[in-house]
C-alpha cells in the first residue's frame, strides 16, 4: 500500500505543481490585460495620449501607471506579477512595498531611447516637474494612442524586472538580480495598444559584458518598437551604444550577437 501511495504521489505531485503554474499565469495574464485597459480609458479621458511618467523617489508608483490609473483600477492587485514578491520599492500601492510586477512599454534596450510608447528626443527630456515648489524629477510624455500604425502588434504593457523605476528595458531588468532564466521560467506577458493579451517567451542574454532580458525571438521583440523605423534618440550624456539607430536595426543587432548569460 505504502509503495502504491508513493507512486502515486509521485505522478500526482508534478500534475498539481504545473497545475498551480498554470493558474499564477492565467492571472498573470489577466492582470496585464486589466492595467491595458485602465491605460485605455485612461487615454480616453486625456485626448487620446497615453498617460506621462515621473521618475523621482517620492513619485514611483504614484506617478507612473500603477498609480496614475488607480481611478480606472478596481482592484489594485492586478499591478502584481504573484510571483514577485520582492519588497523594498515604493509604498503607494502596498504599504509592505511589494514591487510592481508590470511596467509601460518603454521601448527597447534603454528606456530615454523614445521607441515605445513614450516621447524622448534633445527638445523634451527631461522635462523636470515641480509640486509645492520642490522639482519632482523627469516626466516621459506618454505618445497619441492613435498614432500607432498598427495598434494590435504594439505592445502597451508587458512583465517587468526592473525596480525601482519600472520599465520593460532591456538594459535594466535585473532588478531581481542576473537570473540565467528570468522570472515565471521566461514565460512573459505583455498587452497591446488594442486591449489584447499575450505569452511571449524571454530570456537572459549576455551583450558587450552587459546582463540584459529580451525576447527570445526577433518578432517579439520588434512589437515593442512604435515602429521599425523608429530612430532611437538618446539625449547626449545618457549613454546608449544605439543612439541614432533605427527600433529594428537595434533588436536586429542584438539578436544576432547576444549570447546566452
Not at 527638445?123 to 495598434?151: E, L, V, Y
Request: hydrophobic share 40%; glycine share 10%.
Amino acid at each position: 500500500m505504502i509503495a502504491i501511495i508513493a507512486i502515486l504521489a509521485a505522478i500526482l505531485f508534478p500534475v498539481f505543481a504545473q497545475a498551480k503554474a498554470a493558474a499564477k499565469h492565467t492571472t498573470n495574464l489577466n492582470n496585464v490585460k486589466e492595467l491595458a485597459l485602465a491605460g485605455i480609458m485612461y487615454a480616453g479621458d486625456a485626448d487620446d495620449y497615453f498617460s506621462c511618467n515621473f521618475n523621482h523617489d517620492s513619485l514611483n508608483d504614484y506617478g507612473e501607471p500603477q498609480g496614475l490609473w488607480q481611478p480606472y483600477i478596481k482592484n489594485r492587485q492586478i499591478v502584481y506579477d504573484v510571483n514577485r514578491t520582492r519588497t523594498g520599492c515604493d509604498q503607494y500601492i502596498d504599504p509592505t512595498g511589494r514591487c510592481v510586477g508590470f511596467a509601460p512599454n518603454f521601448g527597447v534596450f534603454d528606456y530615454n531611447g523614445g521607441t515605445g510608447m513614450f516621447e524622448t528626443s534633445t527638445d523634451n527630456f527631461p522635462i523636470t516637474t515641480t509640486f509645492g515648489g520642490t522639482q519632482m524629477g523627469r516626466m516621459w510624455k506618454g505618445r497619441s494612442m492613435t498614432s500607432f500604425d498598427a495598434p494590435a502588434e504594439m505592445v502597451m504593457m508587458v512583465t517587468t524586472a526592473d525596480t525601482p523605476m519600472f520599465t520593460d528595458s532591456y538594459y535594466f531588468q535585473d532588478g531581481d538580480g542576473h537570473l540565467k532564466t528570468p522570472r515565471n521560467d521566461g514565460r512573459w506577458v505583455r498587452a497591446f495598444v488594442d486591449g489584447h493579451a499575450k505569452t511571449v517567451f524571454y530570456g537572459a542574454y549576455n551583450l558587450m559584458g552587459t546582463y540584459i532580458q529580451m525576447p527570445k525571438s526577433l518578432t517579439d521583440a520588434n512589437m515593442l518598437c512604435r515602429s521599425l523605423d523608429a530612430v532611437e534618440t538618446v539625449p547626449t550624456g545618457a549613454g546608449s551604444p544605439f543612439t541614432g539607430m533605427k527600433c529594428g536595426d537595434i533588436n536586429a543587432y542584438i539578436v544576432a550577437n547576444r549570447t546566452p548569460w
